[in-house]
């Protein structure tokens, strides 16, 4: 036997950590106190939704929540996903639920079942195992004609099929309401025939178990209550939206819980004025009582042609922004909305009136419909505050996965220091390349060797010697300190013309 090679040529593979994820910060919650099957579990805050037609299968076209999050996935490019959250904004006792299986959105017609003479499926209710067999499709000539077939082997054993055309897709529910028996996902059981159940989208990865429950009393709660729960369940969301009315105490409190989030959790809200007494500059507007302000965190459309939710498609617009992308960062003023009727009737009184609170308009400009201003409520721009908070989301993530994901230790020294500052030049070199950041004249103050008047390249990071660190720092293992400082590219949103001449 041969001695192990290893004796003279020993290799070592280190584990190798994972690193921590950036933010995704085009996700948007919008908030309802409209009532969802998924809203039953007292513990559910929230779903996940891709497009309008899931909105539409949980809560109905008829909705506020269909509503807003049509107008979000209106902007263009599209929102890849939301939450919709619950919001308690009255005390409600919610409806006994059936037990169910709700399928997602079918990929047949009923030309598939039509070829079928001898189809079966299987599922269990409660501890019953359920064959449904010969099943004879031939003389159908809708979804509904299939549920009536199934429905038809159904009696007396209390459940049934059901088409919910709206979402394209089969449930299979109890018929009575409340906590009993519960249902397991369509399967193959191996009887004699052609399986039919993959194809009702009603199977283990297709379908969605849900249990039955007794009525349930849920208490009234602030939104600050509904934005916190949300937050203590699940963190990867950015903006926040209201799809019900709300009152200006309500607005003020939310906004408030907003701003309150710092840096690291940091959100952004959307409000939809249609109020015309709210563009006023009086003291009882709560839009000017904001707007002095100036957080920063909080963005208002104003519209009077009855789309109520003009708002949510500006805050889709702002918030798709592909940071790791090439020339992609954008101003959202000069956009165009495609859920809102174009305001052409707007006054120079009514647009400067909005201008001096920070209210964006939707309007149009010799012919052209366009957004203006792309700002916050009090003048700051979206494009720097959504630009900003990526840049510390990134940069914050790039630090941590420095730290962590290094198998040796950084040290504290200069040298130490210098793979921060090299690591930092990362998220510097991306947010240069998406067109966030330029270069120009410093007109900042002094940072490092860096002063007033100085050219700046996007970026500049500096970091003092470990020789002034103090002992109570370096007994803690704190690194010196990064100060960064940005050159925004900015963006143009007018131009003087000016025309000479000589005869």
Known sequence: MSLPISQVVDVTLPQSPRGAQKRDLSVVAIFTHEMCDEFTNPDTRYVVVSDVNSVASLFGTNSDAYRAASALFSARPKPKTALIARYM????????????????????????????????????????????????????????????????????????????????????????????????????????????????????????????????????????????????????????????????????????????????????????????????????????????????????????????????????????????????????????????????KITINEATKCRRLGVNFYTDYAGVNMLAEGVMLGGTFIDETAGLDAFINVSQVQMFNTLQGNPFKISQTDRGQEILLSAMKIPGEQFINNGFLGSGKWTGGDVGELSYGDHINGYYFYSDSFDMQDTADREARKMMPINCALKLAGAGHSVDIIVQFNR
């Open 89 to 344: 904004k009255e005390n409600f006792t919610s409806s006994a639920v059936s037990s169910k299986v709700n399928g997602s959105a079918l990929a047949v017609s009923y030309i598939q079942f039509k070829n079928i003479t001898d189809g079966y499926l299987s599922f269990y209710f409660g501890d019953a195992k359920i064959d449904v067999k010969e099943l004879d499709f031939s003389t159908i000539s809708s979804m509904q004609d299939v549920v009536n077939v199934i429905n038809a082997k159904l009696n007396d054993l209390g459940v049934k099929f059901i088409y919910d055309a709206v979402g394209s897709r089969f449930i299979l529910s109890a018929n009575t309401e409340g906590k009993g028996a519960n249902f397991g996902y369509v399967f193959d059981a191996q009887l004699d025939g052609t399986y039919v159940g993959s194809m009702t989208n009603l199977i283990d990865g297709r379908g969605t178990l849900i249990n039955g429950e007794d009525a349930i009393t849920y208490n009234k709660e602030t939104p600050a209550e509904a934005l916190s729960k949300l937050q203590n369940q699940y963190q990867n969301w950015y903006g926040v939206y209201f799809a019900n009315t709300i009152t200006d105490a309500e607005l003020v409190e939310a906004h408030d819980w907003v701003v309150a989030q710092g840096v690291e959790n940091a959100k952004v809200m959307a409000y939809t004025e249609t109020r015309p007494a709210n563009i006023e500059y009086t003291d009882n507007n709560v839009l000017k009582t904001l707007s002095k302000r100036n957080s920063g965190r909080l963005m208002v459309q104003y519209n009077n042609k009855g789309n109520t939710h003009a708002a949510a498609e500006l805050m889709g617009i702002a918030l798709t922004t592909v940071w790791t992308g090439v020339n992609t960062a954008k101003t959202v003023k000069f956009k165009q909305e495609v859920s809102v009727t174009s305001d052409d």
